[in-house]
């Protein structure tokens, strides 16, 4: 009688062994996506963060500062007027970028 439940013990060793390697195999596969995606959200919002910091950097740099000393419309209006407005208005469609960006990457990877 021990013959036969010695020469299974292999046999079950074999199917458990087998069904233990499909569930580890089957659980990692499903937390790499998880990990990958993780990393790709991480990335996307790292380059979104420093696109939109070196375009908010770049405005400011284009930014002079003018005294409105040499005409009387420049007591009203400094002479760089123009310039900041385009500055601010870019400053806020990049903003805008950003928040839409972000939102989208937010929802879609479910940060």
Known sequence: MPAPAILGIGWLATVLGGLVF????FFAR???QKVAVALAAIAAVGLLTA???ATIDGLM???ITAFPLSANVGLVLPQN???SLGIYFAGRV???VFSVNWYIISV???I
Not at 22 to 25: D, F, L, M, R, Y
């Open 51 to 53: 696109a939109f910091v």
């Open 30 to 32: 499903f937390v790499t």
């Open 61 to 63: 740099g284009g930014l």
């Open 81 to 83: 007027f123009e310039s």
């Open 22 to 25: 499909a569930v580890v195999n």
């Open 94 to 96: 990049a903003y805008w």
């Open 108 to 110: 879609k990877w479910s």
